[in-house]
């Protein structure tokens, strides 16, 4: 299992940007996908999820930034992406793209960096 | 939202000693089901979290056996026996029962 985040860097605040996350060496319709971000030196963050084929890939999102975060998937090429607007300073972290295994997170990507700054 | 709140470590912890960490939520992780939805990740420094426990006291696949997490509805302990280097980083107990998923604050473990 592999899991590659990327479309991280710095924005201003107000601005956007869209991850992507390519997963491989799973099928990838089979399993639900969260999003989890990490502020340096804090907890870990749940976004969202999406779910899988069998599920709709209906999505659940964390109050904190429903409305302002989107999570999606491409089942053909097997990315998951997080669409952020209206970004804030305080979405400064790192976002991870995590796979969601009955009630647990057991495969985590290495991250990308966000910073949300002028 | 369920709030998890872990405790600290006595940091530096010898090597070789046990250390145990314990979390608490705010709300009963027992589920109707009788299964009880608390998971255990260990973030070494520099690295992704990985998932130690399971349900409040499975095993992941390929963690060792040092490790062991036990509790009740709202209380939680991760005993890991004879703390070796392999063990540092920071710990975070984590809730599966409702959204949103929630965290605790981490619990860090330093060798001595």
């Known amino acids: 299992v592999k899991l590659l985040e990327s479309g991280g860097g710095l924005v201003q605040p107000g601005g956007s940007l869209r991850l992507s996350c390519a997963a491989s060496?799973?099928?990838?319709?089979?399993?639900?996908m969260s999003w989890i971000r990490q502020p340096p030196g804090k907890a870990p963050e749940w976004l969202g999820v999406i779910r899988n084929k069998a599920k709709g890939y209906t999505t659940e999102y964390n109050p904190s930034v429903k409305g302002r975060f989107t999570i999606s998937r491409d089942n053909t090429q097997n990315i998951l992406y997080l669409q952020m607007n209206a970004l804030r300073a305080e979405d400064t972290a790192i976002y991870y793209c995590?796979?969601?295994?009955?009630?647990?997170?057991?495969?985590w990507g290495q991250g990308v960096m966000v910073t949300v700054s002028s | 939202d369920i709030v998890m709140t872990q405790g600290a470590l006595p940091n530096p912890v010898p090597s070789g000693e046990s250390a145990s960490i314990t979390c608490q939520s705010s709300?009963?992780?027992?589920?109707?089901?009788?299964?009880?939805?608390l998971n255990w990740y260990l973030q070494r420094p520099g690295q992704s979290p990985q998932l130690l426990i399971y349900?409040?006291?499975t095993r992941a696949s390929g963690v060792s056996d040092r490790l062991s997490g036990s509790g009740s509805g709202t209380d939680f302990t991760l005993k890991i026996s004879s703390v070796e280097v392999e063990d540092v980083g920071v710990y975070f107990c984590q809730q599966f029962l409702e959204y949103p998923w929630t965290f605790g604050g981490g619990t860090k473990l330093e060798l001595k």
């Open positions: 060496g799973f099928t990838f319709t089979d399993f639900y």
């Open positions: 995590v796979r969601d295994y009955m009630y647990y997170f057991d495969y």
């Open positions: 709300e009963s992780l027992l589920h109707s089901n009788g299964k009880t939805y």
């Open positions: 349900r409040m006291s």
